[in-house]
T-cell receptor
Framework: DSGVTQTPKHLITATGQRVTLRCSPR?????VYWYQQSLDQGLQFLIQ???????AKGNILERFSAQQFPDLHSELNLSSLELGDSALYFC??????????????FGSGTRLTVV | SQQGEEDPQALSIQEGENATMNCSYK?????LQWYRQNSGRGLVHLIL?????REKHSGRLRVTLDTSKKSSSLLITASRAADTASYFC???????????FGEGTQLTVNP
């Protein structure tokens, strides 16, 4: 157990639907990062939050949004789902806003299947 | 887009042999990190090397960094079947706070 908790582990949903993925960072970590891993795109950075505020944005679609709550857990909302959104979604956390000198701690991911 | 490109894409060796994986990147970096991922699982941080370091060791792992060539290598010595996994390099660019991952090397260690 890495200390980063992601729920649910698996999610199957239909095209056009909306889902919410949840992440609880490791205790004491203020930064949360979301990544999408698919076979054709590899690991793509989506977005980072630090202590409740958005810090960096990557290849995140407009249909996707995220937030980090006062208790530091984070949610990634995916809407108007398409088949191509099927992927593993990872959350990672780190104690600082930048990973300099520190690695990330990853959760075990949420496998999203859009049918 | 992927910052790092890894070579080889797949590597199959026998237990006890050494495994070497290479990573190239394109921009200036603060540090480079290596992660391991078992099939369908989360990534596990292995080792971090700063841009002013040339070599680093951790147990059976040895990482080198050549910033002039924008490349790094990960050496796993005396490999074990349990080392079978995908290995990713990730770079923290000087321009930003996030890590950018390479496409990974799939290592298979045969018993």
């Amino acid at each position: 157990d890495s200390g980063v908790t992601q729920t649910p582990k698996h999610l199957i949903t239909a095209t056009g639907q909306r889902v919410t993925l949840r992440c609880s960072p490791r205790s004491g970590d203020l930064s949360v990062y979301w990544y999408q891993q698919s076979l054709d795109q590899g690991l793509q950075f989506l977005i980072q939050y630090y202590n409740g505020e958005e810090r960096a944005k990557g290849n995140i679609l407009e249909r996707f949004s995220a937030q980090q709550f006062p208790d530091l857990h984070s949610e990634l909302n995916l809407s108007s789902l398409e088949l191509g959104d099927s992927a593993l979604y990872f959350c990672a956390s780190s104690v600082v806003t930048r990973p300099a000198n520190y690695g990330y701690t990853f959760g075990s991911g949420t496998r999203l299947t859009v049918v | 887009s992927q910052q790092g490109e890894e070579d080889p894409q797949a590597l199959s060796i026998q237990e006890g042999e050494n495994a070497t994986m290479n990573c190239s990147y394109k921009t200036s970096i603060n540090n480079l990190q290596w992660y391991r991922q078992n099939s369908g699982r989360g990534l596990v941080h292995l080792i971090l090397i700063r841009s002013n370091e040339r070599e680093k060791h951790s147990g059976r792992l040895r990482v080198t960094l050549d910033t002039s060539k924008k490349s790094s290598s990960l050496l796993i010595t005396a490999s074990r079947a349990a080392d079978t996994a995908s290995y990713f390099c990730a770079t923290e660019e000087t321009s930003g706070s996030r890590l950018t991952f390479g496409e990974g090397t799939q290592l298979t260690v045969n018993p």
